[in-house]
């Protein structure tokens, strides 16, 4: 099986990656480094499989001599995607940044619960005065 | 004896709830001290273990240590998951075929269609170009549709700090304070003075950057490029200038209007020439635009004018991005 | 030929723990921009120009410029919340 990982080691890099992308989006504390591995997950997933030569002359139309084209399209596309989202999840990031003051995931946590319950007490608060005054 | 039992469940679950009065020796509790009327001493009798119930006894335990448990066991859980998954696509990866064997399953009969008769029938000596312009050309529409969307949304996050000038309503929301986002930290490009040295390397390095851009833009169907590397080359050019020689200048001829305009028509036109097939069913209808000799820059029907479009919207969008995360303002 | 590309392989693996690893996050971008720089020596191992010069030019160039950015805009916000914290101490005392 090892032997077998060996001749394929493309895949096998871009699976440990992807799993080291995983492991990261779980335990990581800090924002920015998700966003690190997201972008870096993406286009590994798409690995090619091509044959020797090259590809692109026109005149020669033998399909011996050209490298399977379909996958690059498709990571052309996903490399593309995957700089958009990064944008996208950066500009988040900086709004959360502006509200919660840190860029660690649990003591933004915390702040969101205490929120949470100040804004329950209010809303408690306000029904009861409303009826009070009805 | 049902009542029996119904009466020890019952007294069972006020035991555990705590809403039963207390059945122990109440006659021998230790006598609690006199209230006199003018003392103000709050009740610090704390119960003794085996007096709470169970649910406090749970609610105690989970205060003290409820939170280190739970990290341990959350990251013990993340790790042995990510490992399982891990173990598992690799025994998949070592049981593809090898690697580059030309019996493979994906290697089938559509790369011989295209390979061979991809040459005449779009026109183009780059096979890759010519596929996803022609062959799959729905797919690049859907991706320059995606980066036209994320633009449009970072525009909407990150600028709409100036256009609301009220007040935070609530107390609790003072620091997100819209007001103060990107007004108190100045932009990034007025902070700096003459760099004689950018300048110079600037003024030499974005002609040829702009010159290699639209070279590889336009030679998409000839040489590897095409519209998304020829745009994201153009952008650069665009951020170096925006680098050395101030934001102004580059605001005058690349705004917002010039960004939305130049996007939604790029879009517009693709749209229009490639994406009537499903109205027709998918046959194609002949553009009036010829194919001509394979070699010529102006062969390949609409790989040309559809490279042009793609390139305009990346390189609108990638510059437009790095001003608003720089200004907050294309 | 086998060696450079497990050379490369390797030190993707590499990068990408140490991504993981690094507590400044200044460092950390440095290395995720060389990790864009390698991919895109692989992609012209595995012959395919377009990705080559496509992952070069959005990845070693236009994210890593978006990441630092975004690092300085936060840094920003962090010295003026320093600012205003001392300024409000020192009305209070």
């Given at each position: ?21 995983l492991a990261n989006l779980l335990l990581q504390r800090n924002l920015i480094k998700v966003y690190l591995f997201l972008a870096a997950k993406g286009w590994v997933s798409e690995r090619a499989a091509p044959i020797l030569l090259k ?80 | ?120 029938e779009t026109g183009a000596q780059n096979i890759v170009a010519g596929m996803i312009l022609d062959y799959r050309a729905f797919d690049t529409f859907g991706e320059s549709a995606v980066l036209f969307t994320g633009a449009v949304s ?177 | ?49 377009d990705l080559a010069i496509t992952e070069a030019a959005v990845g070693a160039g236009v994210t890593s410029v978006l990441f630092f950015l975004a690092l300085r805009r936060i840094g920003q916000m962090q010295r003026d919340n320093d ?11």
């Amino acid at each position: 099986m090892i032997a077998k990982l060996l001749i394929n080691h493309y895949e096998a890099v871009a699976v440990i990656l992807s799993g080291i992308g995983l492991a990261n989006l779980l335990l990581q504390r800090n924002l920015i480094k998700v966003y690190l591995f997201l972008a870096a997950k993406g286009w590994v997933s798409e690995r090619a499989a091509p044959i020797l030569l090259k590809d692109g002359s026109e005149w020669v139309m033998d399909v011996d001599k050209y490298v399977n084209p379909i996958p690059a399209g498709l990571v052309l596309t996903g490399i593309v995607v995957s700089v958009s989202v990064t944008a996208f999840a950066l500009a988040l990031t900086l709004r959360f940044y502006e509200k919660y003051g840190s860029l660690n995931i649990d003591s933004a946590l915390s702040q969101m619960t205490k929120e949470q319950e100040i804004l329950e007490a209010e809303a408690a608060l306000k029904v009861d005065i409303g009826d009070n005054i009805s | 004896m049902n009542d029996g039992l119904k009466k020890f469940l019952l007294d069972f679950y006020n035991w555990v709830t705590g809403n039963g009065a207390r059945t122990e020796n109440e006659d021998a509790m230790t006598e609690l001290p006199p209230v006199l009327p003018f003392t103000m001493e709050p009740d610090k009798i704390q119960s003794r273990f085996h007096e709470k119930t169970l649910q406090e006894r749970r609610k105690d335990w989970i205060n003290l240590h409820g939170l280190s448990v739970f990290s341990i066991l959350y990251r013990s859980f993340s790790i042995i998951t990510c490992v399982v998954i891990v173990g598992l696509l690799l025994i998949t990866v070592s049981e593809l075929p090898p690697f580059g064997d030309e019996n493979n399953p994906a290697n089938n009969e559509v790369i011989d269609r295209y390979i061979k008769l991809g040459g005449n029938e779009t026109g183009a000596q780059n096979i890759v170009a010519g596929m996803i312009l022609d062959y799959r050309a729905f797919d690049t529409f859907g991706e320059s549709a995606v980066l036209f969307t994320g633009a449009v949304s970072v525009l909407m996050i990150l600028s709409a700090a100036r256009r609301k000038n009220d007040e935070p309503k609530n107390k609790l929301h003072s620091g997100f304070n819209d007001r103060n986002f990107l007004k108190r930290a100045p932009p990034i490009h007025e902070l700096k003075d003459d760099d004689a040295i950018l300048r110079g390397v600037a003024s030499l390095s974005i002609p040829a950057i702009i010159l290699m851009g639209c070279v590889v833009i336009i030679n998409g169907h000839l040489t590897p490029g095409g519209g998304f590397s020829g745009g994201a080359v153009l952008s650069t050019a665009l951020i170096l200038c925006a680098n050395a020689y101030g934001f102004k200048k580059v605001h005058e001829f690349f705004n917002e209007r010039t960004y939305i305009f130049s996007s939604s028509s790029a879009l517009l036109i693709y749209a229009l020439s490639k994406g009537y097939s499903f109205f027709t069913g998918a046959n194609h209808i002949e553009s009036g635009i010829p194919i001509g000799t394979i070699g010529n820059i102006f062969s390949a029907g609409l790989i040309l004018p559809l490279n042009i479009c793609v390139g305009i919207i990346v390189a609108g969008t990638l510059y437009g991005v790095y001003a608003l995360f720089s200004e907050g303002e294309i | 030929m086998l060696i450079i590309e497990w050379l490369l392989l390797i030190f993707l693996i590499v990068c990408a723990v140490a991504v993981s690893i690094t507590k400044n996050l200044l460092n950390a971008v440095i290395i995720f921009m060389s990790y864009s720089l390698v991919m895109s020596v692989i992609w012209v191992l595995l012959r395919s120009p377009d990705l080559a010069i496509t992952e070069a030019a959005v990845g070693a160039g236009v994210t890593s410029v978006l990441f630092f950015l975004a690092l300085r805009r936060i840094g920003q916000m962090q010295r003026d919340n320093d600012k205003n914290k001392k300024i409000s101490e020192a009305s209070k005392n």
